[in-house]
């Protein structure tokens, strides 16, 4: 089965912790992203990545690291700089940039 | 940047009716998605449409990108058509997205 898979599904942190969440995809596309949704709100772009080795800040880039390795794979690292942390991460992928995305399941993060 | 405006906010259905989705932007863009939310977080891509029509099944779209909207239509809504409903526009390589729709079908 192709696809996106997110994991874990639900973590929790204690403040001032780095947390990595993990994106991986089968579906041989080029382009990966990282988003974060707050409740009640849209989508904004943490980061994203055209190519291998290769990556860009997005809108809310501050207190977030990736890396981009292998096609398959785009860790996020949520930093202990990161103000506000908790939230709803997603992961997408498309074939390339400025195609269409499709999603993963998503990683809610819990910071206390 | 680019700003989104998607209307209404809410919508409440009866299981049958047919409705309208809109989705205003600000700037030209290069693309437009369509994405459905689930209860469970999920965002499924319903439609890639810049510009023109498409439909698949119940669900059509429209874009105008001369106009900088674009339109959702749902017809005999079914209660799995619940949830938030986003439009994205993609500008610079980048998606920016509207706040959403939240539609909740009643049986």
């Known amino acids: 089965d192709g696809g996106i898979t997110q994991s874990p599904k639900y973590l929790f942190r204690k403040e001032g912790q780095n947390v990595t969440l993990s994106c991986e995809q089968n579906?041989?596309?080029?382009?990966m992203y990282w988003y974060r949704q707050d409740p009640g709100q849209g989508l904004r772009l943490i980061y994203y990545s055209q190519i291998v080795n290769d990556f860009q800040k997005g809108d809310i880039a501050e207190g977030y690291s990736v890396s981009r390795e292998k096609k398959e794979s785009f860790p996020l690292t949520v930093t202990s700089a990161q103000k506000n942390p908790t939230a709803f991460y997603l992961c997408?992928?498309?074939?390339?940039?400025?195609?269409?995305?499709?999603f993963g399941p998503g990683t809610r993060l819990t910071v206390t | 940047g680019i700003q989104v405006e998607q209307s209404p906010p809410d919508l409440i259905l009866q299981e049958g009716a047919n409705s309208t989705l809109r989705c205003n932007f600000s700037d030209s863009v290069n693309n437009l998605q369509w994405f459905h939310q689930n209860p469970w977080g999920q965002l499924i891509n319903l439609f890639y449409i810049p510009s023109g029509t498409k439909q698949n099944g119940r669900l059509s779209a429209t874009t105008v990108a001369t106009e900088r909207y674009s339109l959702l239509y749902i017809s005999s809504s079914q209660t799995t058509d619940s949830g938030v409903y986003f439009c994205a526009v993609e500008n610079d390589y980048k998606l920016s997205f509207g706040a959403g729709t939240t539609v909740t079908v009643r049986a």
């Open positions: 997408a992928s498309s074939i390339e940039v400025r195609y269409e995305q499709y």
């Open positions: 579906l041989n596309h080029d382009a």
